[in-house]
């Protein structure tokens, strides 16, 4: 039996391949070029075709992983001017809010009504608030505050959000029509009514009331965003492919399922973070979230908001703390949308 030869070009700048019963079939001149490159032509190196880029290591091998989701984004996400903005911004303040000493020396606590409503002065860059509270520490201390409700709140409707909406997205039938019916009931309650009424009657003064009403009503938001993102994810080839394989529900849900559905919600979970801040702050303004002795911006927003006059500054340095925090977490968010969306790339 004759061996097969090489391909030999033809008049028409194609190539001719024998084969192995002695005849020749044509070749288009892309596959004619991609034969001489497989052979070490003059398109093609020594090493049989493999590629000596970037990625290649040593004998021609690739040495670089494929590119996934999160890697592309990560990679997107440290040349985002906005992420790297907010991201120090966020650090800053969770520093503060872990260690406060590093940045000051005073007692929010400590007070002297002989300088109550006085301006800036030396030590005392923000001046006094109406009980004479250096404004500057109450301002430093009350990140810890916003910090821990925010996370908190955010985690907590994340998992509730998130297990409560997968299950129903995944399964369907009875359990799915009852989620949607019991969400809606829930998108029918005004967020700051719901919390006049219910910490109304709240007499604690921890952050632990504030958490726990901010995940009763925020969970149904991110449980819609799960239930959405598993019923697509579900539908793909690759899932199909395990559950023909055997694969059990619980191996296709936590394996092949929730990290391709688990995008959407950590985008709309950090946005959220912020506007539980703002929550926080806006009900202790009102006088149903937290309460003194604890260190809040919204606290102290309400306490100064009689002197706005006088004494702006009493406001103004909480509030802008406020304002600032919130930003960064919006911020962030949007920034993680933008490089965790396929359609934006």
């Not at 288009?28 to 398109?43: I, V, W």
């Not at 297990?163 to 009931?185: E, K, N, P, Q, Y």
Request: charge should be neutral; hydrophobic fraction near 45%.
């Amino acid at each position: 039996m004759p061996e097969p030869q090489s391909p030999r070009p033809d008049d028409n700048g194609g190539a001719i391949a024998a084969t192995g019963a002695g005849g020749a079939m044509d070749l288009a001149t892309s596959e004619g070029g991609t034969l001489e490159r497989q052979r070490g032509g003059p398109d093609g190196g020594p090493d049989g075709g493999r590629g000596s880029g970037p990625e290649a290591g040593p004998g021609g091998e690739s040495t670089g992983r494929p590119h996934s989701l999160w890697s592309d984004a990560w990679r997107d996400l440290r040349r985002n001017p906005v992420f790297v903005l907010s991201g120090l911004v966020i650090v800053f303040l969770v520093l503060i809010s872990l260690w406060p000493s590093l940045i000051t020396s005073g007692n929010p606590l400590s007070c002297d009504l002989a300088r109550a409503q006085d301006g800036s002065r030396p030590g005392h860059p923000f001046g006094f608030n109406g009980q004479g509270c250096d404004v500057y520490t109450r301002t430093v201390y009350g990140a810890r505050t916003s910090v821990v409700v925010g996370v908190l709140a955010s985690l907590g409707v994340a998992v509730v959000g998130s297990v409560l909406g997968g299950l129903a997205g995944f399964h369907g039938g009875f359990w799915d029509a009852v989620l949607s019916r019991v969400t809606d009931i829930f998108f029918g309650i005004p967020v700051v009514l719901g919390g006049l009424v219910l910490l109304s009657v709240v007499t604690s003064s921890t952050v632990w009331p504030v958490i726990g009403f901010m995940v009763l009503l925020g969970w149904p938001q991110i449980s819609r965003i799960a239930r959405g993102s598993v019923i697509t994810v579900k539908q793909n080839d690759f899932v199909q492919a395990a559950r023909a394989l055997g694969a059990s529900s619980p191996r296709l849900m936590l394996r092949h399922i929730l990290p391709n559905a688990v995008a959407p919600v950590i985008v709309v979970a950090t946005i959220a973070l912020g506007t539980f801040i703002a929550l926080e702050a806006t009900l202790s303004y009102l006088g149903v979230g937290l309460k003194p002795p604890t260190v809040s911006w919204g606290i102290d927003i309400s306490d100064a908001s009689p002197y706005i006059r006088n004494s702006p500054h009493m406001l103004l340095w909480p509030a802008g703390a406020l304002a600032v925090t919130v930003l960064a977490f919006i911020m962030l968010g949007d920034a993680v949308r933008d490089a965790l969306d396929p359609k934006l790339r």
